[in-house]
């Protein structure tokens, strides 16, 4: 398998613009998770899916930030309006299933928001 | 609240050293606790998971145990290389959720 694959791998945009982070988890795997590292917070879990189902979205920072995950094999993050504050590396991972299991990740998409 | 710790916050050492890492969380109801390593504008590579019924895993040149009721974790590394040149984090899992809670890294230097 390749892994799990994050697309675009680095994003240059203007603050108000759309922006679109996509991911493809390793197959046959239920869960996937999307987090957000930057200097001054570390790591943090933004929301994560089970089946295609989102399970909990409490790391979401606000509502300009939305997920979805259509189908077993495809998951967007997308954030509408950017900010400059929301510029950071966005990773996904997957994991067979959830708690007690290695999560895999992604190479990440690095997010610059002018 | 969980909060996960990790010192020293950047380490340089010598190749051929033994080093510990170290990891320190809050609350001791974790379900498990992960080692990552990351390399430079990389995603995070998992190198051991211990349960909370366990007290160690070794893989290779790399041992972790756990401590829940101090709330401490270290990953030991032995005879380091360059290679092992990376920023190491710890992560927990909580009791009842699936999210990983991580540490805030050790950033380290193997020179030859």
């Known amino acids: 398998d390749a892994g799990v694959i994050q697309s675009p791998r680095h994003e240059v945009t203007e603050m108000g613009q759309e922006v679109t982070l996509r991911c493809k988890p390793i197959?046959?795997?239920?869960?996937l998770f999307w987090y957000r590292q930057t200097m001054m917070r570390g790591l943090e879990l933004l929301i994560y899916f089970n089946n295609n189902v989102p399970i909990d979205d409490s790391g979401m920072p606000e509502d300009r930030f939305s997920a979805k995950m259509p189908n077993a094999s495809f998951s967007t993050l997308k954030i509408q309006p950017s900010e400059p504050r929301d510029s950071a590396v966005y990773f996904c991972a997957s994991s067979l299933s959830g708690t007690g299991e290695t999560q895999y990740f992604g190479p990440g998409t690095r997010l610059l928001v002018l | 609240k969980q909060e996960v710790t990790q010192i020293p916050a950047a380490l340089s050492v010598p190749e051929g050293e033994n080093l510990v890492l170290n990891c320190s969380f809050t609350d001791s109801a974790i379900y498990n606790l992960q080692w990552f390593r990351q390399d430079p504008g990389k995603g995070l590579t998992s190198l051991l998971l211990?349960?909370?019924?366990?007290r160690e895993q070794t893989s290779g040149r790399l041992n972790a145990s756990l401590d829940k009721s101090s709330g401490r974790s270290t990953l030991y590394i032995a005879a380091s290389q360059p290679g092992d040149s990376a920023t190491y984090l710890c992560?927990?899992?909580?009791?009842?959720?699936?999210?990983?809670?991580f540490g805030t890294g050790t950033r380290l230097q193997v020179f030859p």
């Open positions: 992560a927990v899992i909580r009791w009842g959720t699936d999210k990983l809670i």
């Open positions: 211990i349960q909370s019924s366990q």
């Open positions: 197959s046959g795997h239920d869960y």
